[in-house]
Nanobody, 130 residues
Framework: QVQLAESGGGLVQAGGSLSLSCAAS????????MAWFRQAPGKEREFVASIIWIGGVTSYADFVEGRFTITRDNVKNTVSLQMYNLKTEDTAVYYCAADLSSQSSSLRPGHNDPSSYDYWGQGTQVTVSS
């Protein structure tokens, strides 16, 4: 099993930037496909971005519109989400998620579905003020 811990959230003005990090421990990190989800008050958890086990293949939600970048470091056992040009509607708790990879070179089915991930961090709050 893998344990996940997010960090880097905070309060930022609209148009600003934040970098989130998720540190993994307890298992071989490169065996896992990784993703970021978010959940705003009163809303369902939604997909933000995903990256396959070896990196290099990524996917983003439509609302990202080129503003976010997901990366991973299989030596440091971390996955990051760099966020630029933040909007007030980006305010949410951001969660890191992991699931054992099939070690395919392409995104797996359900990569953007929270129910397909077995492991979750505790979340980090991102608040974007106007």
């Amino acid at each position: 099993q893998v344990q996940l811990a997010e960090s880097g959230g905070g309060l930022v003005q609209a148009g600003g930037s934040l970098s989130l990090s998720c540190a993994a421990s307890g298992d071989t990190f490169y065996m896992y496909d990784m993703a970021w989800f978010r959940q705003a008050p009163g809303k369902e958890r939604e997909f933000v971005a995903s990256i396959i086990w070896i990196g290099g293949v990524t996917s983003y939600a439509d609302f990202v519109e080129g503003r976010f970048t997901i990366t991973r470091d299989n030596v440091k056992n971390t996955v990051s989400l760099q966020m630029y040009n933040l909007k007030t509607e980006d305010t949410a708790v951001y969660y890191c998620a992991a699931d054992l990879s099939s070690q395919s070179s392409s995104l797996r089915p359900g990569h953007n579905d929270p129910s397909s991930y077995d492991y979750w961090g505790q979340g980090t709050q991102v608040t974007v003020s106007s």
